[in-house]
């Protein structure tokens, strides 16, 4: 956290030609004078310590069996000094903030005038205005057995409680505080909150949904990835990509837990992909796409004659009809295909050929076949739950994807329009397509979704509407 210009004169690498004990830069100036520039008013004491510790930093070091120990020696008290060097910069701060003598706010001014990064200012002041209001705490952390990051954590997430409330939390904790972990304290403050209010727990829901995130920096040839998710999704994701990973690992590897994390996002980017050996069905489907055909269209293709003529061009462009126009599940425009790639497409076994009813029966092989086929059901009421492959099938040829946004169906989950705990049932018409995002708006009661009453086929079939902000905690009992 301390990210002041010391790192960049500790001792020069072999065979850089630099003099051991000069402790000038580039400037020409001394390392303990470029500490304490624009700086005239600063304590003879202080400044005593920055010219010791220009000195420490000019310090040959050589590692070996006689110096080894002292090395680790050294390591071990500078580490610990910098925790209570830590602590003293935020006692400083508290101090001029409360004077109010800071020409910016503290993380601006941690940010221009030391070069600190602005997640180790903020978290830096966010520790100092806890451990400033309350003693034990910042005897503590003064004495580097708690870190900055430690104190951090509490003060973000006890943010806007009372005094009285943090001061509950510390004196259950503080004793425990020096041996818990920057994780373990984060984990002990939430449930904290938890228990002190429960009711709170729907509200912290929509605070974890609204902080969702995926970010991704490249630098230096690398791509670097930041993410935040809810506990369950993110429980989800760690549960397959650990799962994956362990089936990667390889005896003597020698890759560490995040390698193999990485790995494991790595192989399943790929094999989503090239749609090959992917662990898992696509659309609850064990396919790649569904093509739907009209049974005219089929009956024509399978007897072999010949495509119609256009009857009404200007009519049929109106009416946006093509009886050989094959609608792809996967999400493309319909495509006009000839009448081999129809065959191919009907009975390859990467697709899966639908045969709709158009309303044109021409009593032809398809018509007779489809007389003697075994019929799906698309209703099975309360015997299961999750919805069958038949069921998905149908419910990709009527949603064409997701009823909210339009994502494909192979990028949808089937959604009871009246929960399955309040009864509902697995019907086809009871069920919608939602991608996962707006399947979350959903559950969490941002969307409610309805039929439409009215049966012009030119209208929407679904009612789809927003849930008032202030509302997002009611939970309608017969919606999902």
């Given at each position: ?27 020409g ?17 202080v ?18 069996l006689v ?7 050294r ?29 910016f ?11 600190w ?63 818990i ?68 690992r ?40 569904t ?11 399978a ?44 009975c ?30 698309l ?27 339009g ?54 079939r ?13 939970r ?5």
């Amino acid at each position: 956290m301390f990210e002041s210009d010391m790192g960049m004169h500790a001792t020069q690498p072999p065979g850089s030609g630099s003099d051991p004990g000069d402790d000038s830069d580039s400037t020409g100036l001394p390392l303990a004078d470029l500490l304490t520039a624009d700086a005239a008013n600063c304590p003879p004491r202080v400044r005593h310590l920055v010219e010791l510790l220009a000195e420490i930093c000019q310090e040959p070091l050589v590692g070996g069996l006689v110096s080894g120990a002292a090395l680790a020696d050294r390591l071990a008290v500078l580490a610990r000094a910098r925790l209570v060097l830590d602590a003293e910069i935020g006692r400083t701060l508290a101090a001029a903030e409360r004077g109010g003598v800071l020409p910016f706010t503290p993380g601006t001014f941690l940010q221009r005038e030391a070069h600190w990064s602005g997640s180790a200012a903020g978290a830096t002041v966010a520790a100092s205005r806890l451990a400033d209001r309350h003693r034990d705490l910042a005897q503590l952390w003064q004495s580097g057995r708690v870190p900055s990051e430690s104190l951090a954590v509490i003060a973000r997430e006890l943010k806007g409680l009372p005094v009285a409330v943090e001061q509950k939390f510390l004196a259950a904790c503080l004793p425990q505080l020096p041996q818990i972990s920057v994780a373990g304290v984060r984990v002990l403050t939430r449930r904290f909150l938890d228990l002190l209010h429960p009711d709170d727990r729907d509200a912290q829901e929509q605070t974890d949904w609204e902080r969702r995130t995926l970010t991704v920096t490249k630098h230096g040839g690398m791509a670097m990835l930041h993410g935040e998710f809810p506990d369950l999704e993110g429980e989800a994701i760690l549960a397959a990509l650990d799962a994956l990973a362990d089936s990667l690992r390889v005896e003597n590897d020698h890759r560490h837990n995040g390698q193999r994390r990485a790995d494991a996002l790595i192989t399943l980017v790929n094999r989503a992909a090239s749609y090959g050996d992917v662990p898992a069905t696509r659309s609850g489907l064990p396919v790649a796409t569904t093509i739907t055909v009209g049974i005219s269209e089929a009956d024509r293709v399978a007897a072999g004659q010949s495509r119609s003529g256009i009857r009404d061009l200007a009519q049929d462009v109106a009416d946006g009809i093509d009886p050989g126009a094959l609608a792809v599940s996967g999400g493309g425009n319909p495509l006009t295909l000839g009448d081999a790639a129809v065959r191919f497409a009907l009975c390859t076994g990467e697709h899966t050929g639908v045969v709709i009813d158009d309303g044109v029966s021409s009593g032809g092989s398809i018509s007779r076949a489809l007389g003697i086929t075994q019929v799906q059901p698309l209703a099975i009421g309360r015997k299961l739950r999750l919805a069958t492959p038949a069921q998905r099938t149908a419910l990709a040829l009527r949603d064409r994807g997701c009823v909210m946004c339009g994502r494909p169906p192979s990028e949808c989950q089937t959604h009871h329009l009246t929960d399955w705990s309040a009864g509902g049932r697995t019907d086809v018409d009871q069920l919608v397509l939602l991608c996962w995002v707006h399947h979350r708006e959903v559950d969490l009661n941002r969307w409610t979704i309805c039929r439409n009453p009215e049966t012009d086929p030119y209208e929407p079939r679904w009612l789809i509407t927003p849930v008032p902000r202030h509302q997002w905690r009611r939970r309608r009992p017969h919606a999902a």
